[in-house]
């Protein structure tokens, strides 16, 4: 036995759902595995590719599609880094966006994980097949309601990791403890409620995230986490705009 593997992104083939239109088949959903295959002949494998090719055809090209131009690599990186900061401010913007528009009614602020971000971005063209590397997951972005001693006990966790990707926030964490932190540059209240974004997956308590089991509410967007990344980098890209991102000390050392 051994595993059929094919170049990038292709081992989605076997577990893609794709639905038609006037414009071509496009992807409706995914589901990443492996294909297993007893490769005592060839054969097997010869009769695997033809099956898969048409479907292959069109993934390829769809995940090929440039999205938009980064400036420099994004990569993951402790308490701070710049591509945690750029996808936390994406996701907090696209999800705003969505909640509640009429009432001018917003989170406060945009927590996620880095194990969530599992690829980082190259320099140069940004494609499509990039954010599915990135973002491979279903995921779905929530928006929380908590009190502030709940919040609290999320500063401190993030500060026990030694940072998470954020925005809206300024922390300072010493001694895995959050020292310091600022809402929106306002001083963070522990007896007010305050709204975050996240995704479904930690706001159920994945990644030992228990605190968000004691939400005051859960309300789902019904948007992936990936769809807000490859919409914001669309809609950036059709303004002209690359990707450039600063880091700005959002999270850092308290002396």
Same mark, same amino acid.
């Given at each position: 036995m051994h595993l059929f593997r094919f170049s990038r992104l292709n081992?989605?083939?076997?577990?893609?759902a794709l639905t038609a239109c006037a414009g071509g088949m496009h992807i409706a959903s995914v589901q990443t595995s492996y294909l297993e295959l007893n490769s005592t002949s060839t054969n097997e494998d010869s009769t695997a590719i033809k099956i898969i090719q048409p479907y292959k055809t069109v993934v390829d090209k769809e995940m090929s599609e440039v999205l938009i131009t980064s400036s420099q690599p994004l990569? +993951?990186?402790d308490p701070e880094g710049a591509l945690g900061d750029f996808v936390a401010d994406l996701i907090l913007k696209q999800g705003n966006s969505k909640y509640n528009p009429t009432d001018n009614?917003?989170?406060?602020?945009?927590?996620? *994980?880095? @194990?969530?971000?599992? *690829?980082?971005?190259? +320099?140069?063209?940004?494609?499509? @097949?990039h954010v599915?590397?990135?973002m491979p997951f279903e995921n779905e972005i929530v928006v929380v309601t908590m009190t502030g +001693?709940?919040?609290?006990?999320?500063?401190d966790f993030i500060?026990? +990791? @030694? @940072?998470?990707?954020?925005s809206g926030l300024k922390l300072g964490i010493k001694d895995k403890v959050c020292t310091k932190a600022e809402v929106n540059g306002a001083a963070f209240d522990e007896n007010k409620?305050?709204?975050l974004i996240t995704s479904d997956y930690l706001a159920s308590g994945g990644d030992k995230m228990i605190f968000f089991k004691e939400a005051i509410s859960i309300q789902s967007l019904n948007y992936k986490l990936r769809d807000a990344i490859i919409d914001y980098m669309k809609a950036e890209n059709k303004k002209g *705009?690359?990707?450039?991102? *600063?880091?700005d000390g959002r999270i850092y050392y308290d002396k």
């Open positions: 081992y989605f083939l076997l577990a893609i990569a +993951k990186g009614l917003k989170a406060d602020f945009c927590v996620l *994980n880095n @194990g969530g971000l599992r *690829n980082a971005l190259p +320099k140069g063209e940004i494609t499509k @097949g599915f590397e990135l +001693k709940k919040i609290k006990e999320l500063f500060a026990a +990791k @030694g @940072g998470m990707p954020v409620n305050y709204k *705009n690359t990707i450039t991102v *600063n880091t």
